[in-house]
């Protein structure tokens, strides 16, 4: 590895150290500027009548008794150490926890990805081949709905109509894991539809105005009227040298959208009751419990900063100027 490799290496780290030093700190100050703590979530009105030496007993209990400069520290100082706390509400690791929600949220992820762009490339591609008609108005039209229609309006639609119209309604049953047989393998995929459509539907809007706007700029350089000069047929053409070279930018943009897909589904996981991360996040919030929310949101800004690490390894696969430069 090269000297330039190394230093771009080492500047890498030092940026994913501080994004994730000033997520942890954000993080930590929204979760205590919420009114309220972790005595009045868990007793209710009842925090009211407890005594001063009670309330002393379970802020000290709960460790909020120190000042925030010391909860601080203390936390980060055993996220160093690999320990993401212990949930007081659920009387188990943060870890384990994260661990059983991840792999829900990852899949719900790759799933909606998927979906975005069977609906996203198509009709990018679609509106592109004939610029200012009626089939790029359609698309466009396609890419604006995805846009405006909010994701929690798009869910409660398809789950009422697919129960009441279809009888079609997996999500009623406790979530099945993937790998516990075929059976279970099955009911998943059915968990996982409709919750990927909802979100597939508004990812597929920017990936098709990508599409479309790197379609267009791509099918006019010197090489695409060099490969038409020289014979090749139109859909050879728009397959092997339009297509190929406009997917630069849409591997950018599915990266961003998978990013945010992993922190972004809350509303979609809390609506069809999967046990996500997201809606793990959800619950620490209403909860107050501050270990959860804390150590979730770092795991999910991780994973934010490793899809947009992969991003960047696949655009320079994909993209051998990016290789050279």
């Not at 090489?223 to 190929?244: I, M, P, Q």
């Amino acid at each position: 590895m090269s000297s330039q490799a190394l230093r771009r290496f080492a500047w890498r780290l030092v940026a994913v150290a501080a994004t994730l030093l000033g997520v942890a700190l954000l993080v930590f100050v929204m979760l205590r500027a919420i009114p309220g703590d972790q005595i009045t979530a868990s007793l209710g009105t009842e925090a009211a009548a407890l005594t001063p030496a009670q309330q002393a007993a379970l802020r000290e209990y709960y460790g909020i008794d120190q000042p925030l400069a010391a909860q601080f520290f203390s936390w980060l100082g055993e996220l160093v150490q690999g320990n993401l706390g212990w949930s007081i509400r659920s009387r188990t690791s943060v870890a384990s926890l994260t661990g059983a929600a991840l792999p829900v949220t990852l899949e719900l992820a790759a799933l909606s990805i998927v979906v975005a762009l069977l609906i996203g490339i198509p009709v990018g591609m679609l509106a592109a081949a004939t610029p200012h008609t009626w089939r790029d108005g359609l698309g466009q039209l396609v890419a604006l709905l995805g846009l405006s229609v909010p994701a929690f309006l798009l869910a409660s639609f398809l789950l009422t109509y697919a129960a009441s119209g279809l009888g079609f309604n997996p999500n009623g049953q406790p979530y099945a894991v993937p790998w516990d047989g075929v059976s279970s393998l099955g009911l998943n995929l059915q968990q996982m539809l409709l919750p990927a459509l909802t979100l597939g539907f508004g990812i597929a809007a920017p990936i098709a105005r990508t599409t479309r706007t790197a379609v267009l700029s791509v099918r006019d350089e010197d090489f695409v009227r060099t490969a038409r000069a020289k014979g090749v047929g139109e859909r050879r053409l728009r397959r092997r040298h339009v297509l190929r070279n406009a997917l630069l930018p849409v591997t950018t943009m599915t990266g961003l959208q998978l990013g945010y897909l992993l922190g972004g589904a809350v509303v979609v996981e809390q609506i069809f009751s999967l046990p996500g991360i997201g809606r793990q996040v959800l619950l620490g919030i209403q909860q107050k419990d501050y270990a959860v929310v804390q150590s979730t949101v770092l795991v999910i800004a991780l994973a934010f900063v490793l899809v947009n690490i992969v991003t960047d390894l696949v655009y320079r696969a994909v993209d051998p100027r990016v290789r050279a430069s």
